[in-house]
């Protein structure tokens, strides 16, 4: 493999998923919904997210691993940048 080329997850990653992955509105449906094209505004996947019982938890997944990409509890990549630069007490729900 190139040394550029990104890290990709072993089969044993993917299969630990979190409990709470079971749950999610997102399961079953196909991951394109959530990797909108550039400058597209991911509407479908925020409508989706909208629904999920567990946000709270993908939000807190997504936000613990910089290099997480994609739609994740409704946020975008550069939404969850911004989030992180704000002072916890606003994020606390």
Same mark, same amino acid.
């Given at each position: 493999?190139?040394?550029? +080329?990104?890290?990709?997850?072993?089969?044993?990653?993917?299969?630990?998923?979190? +409990?709470?992955?079971?749950?999610?509105?997102?399961?079953?449906?196909?991951p394109? !919904?959530?990797?909108?094209?550039?400058?597209?505004?991911?509407?479908?996947? %925020?409508?989706?997210?909208?629904?999920?019982?567990? !946000?709270?938890?993908?939000?807190?997944?997504?936000?613990?691993?910089?290099? !997480?990409?994609?739609?994740?509890a409704? !946020?975008?990549?550069?939404? %969850?940048?911004h989030?992180?630069?704000?002072?916890?007490?606003?994020? +606390?729900?």
């Open positions: 493999m190139a040394a550029d +080329a990104p890290d990709l997850p072993s089969l044993g990653d993917l299969l630990n998923r979190p +409990a709470w992955h079971r749950r999610a509105a997102c399961r079953g449906i196909g394109s !919904t959530f990797f909108p094209k550039r400058g597209g505004n991911g509407r479908e996947a %925020r409508a989706i997210c909208a629904r999920c019982p567990v !946000t709270e938890q993908c939000l807190s997944y997504a936000m613990a691993d910089d290099d !997480t990409v994609g739609m994740w409704g !946020t975008s990549s550069n939404e %969850r940048v989030l992180s630069k704000r002072p916890p007490e606003i994020l +606390a729900v």
